[in-house]
């Protein structure tokens, strides 16, 4: 095997091993992860499209899995920002760590619902963006009011909340708690995503 084969052949492993950590998580929590297959490219690139990276100096990104959204973040943002990173399975937490180690980034094995203790203990200021896909239509209507009014109360006056979901059913509770929300649909996805950009 030549030196161009066996990176082909690394990169394949790894994209399995990646497969496999996903799907089997899913397998034990299928409504805290909502898919069994991670974002695709398309509405990775869609949503953080919205970013202005140049600007920005705290960003957020709920529910993380295997860094789907965390690789392009770190690839894209200022080298003086700060992403912080929540997610509640202790098998993504150690993955993300030992996948990516990026100075700029810190991670937290906590809930989204947790966002505001977490930026006070770490005194981070206002967040410019928050990036989330937790499966909100499975959580109890509490634990949703409560994470998205968390959201709003940490994001800064010009700061956006940038959310994917698999059904609309979230956009009443949106409306609830945001004073303006934008939708769009990308097709391109395992399951097709309803992608919503949210100002407090
Ligand atoms: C659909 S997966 C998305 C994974 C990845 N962001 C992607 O787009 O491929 C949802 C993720 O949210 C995490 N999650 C669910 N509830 C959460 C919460 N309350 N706080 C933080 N993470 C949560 C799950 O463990 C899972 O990693």
Known sequence: MDEHQQTASNTQQSRRRQFTLFASNFLKHPKMLGSIIPSSPFLVRR???????????VLVEYGPG???????????????????????????????????SDPRMQVVHGSAADIQQV??????????????????????????????DATRQ??????TFLLYQFSPNILPSLHKTFSQVTR???????LPAHFYRCRP
């Open 47 to 57: 949503m953080l499209s919205h970013v202005d990276w140049e600007r920005t100096r």
């Open 154 to 159: 940490v994001i800064s006056p010009d700061g």
């Open 184 to 190: 769009e649909f990308e097709p391109m996805n395992f």
């Open 66 to 100: 295997i860094g789907t959204f965390t690789k392009e973040i770190l690839r894209q943002m200022h080298p003086d920002a700060v992403l912080l990173v929540l997610e509640t399975n202790k098998d993504f937490v150690d993955y993300i760590n030992g996948a990516f």
């Open 119 to 148: 930026l006070n203990e770490r005194e981070l200021g206002a967040v410019d963006y928050v990036v989330a896909g937790i499966p909100f239509s499975t959580l109890p209507d509490v634990a949703r009011e409560n994470i998205l």
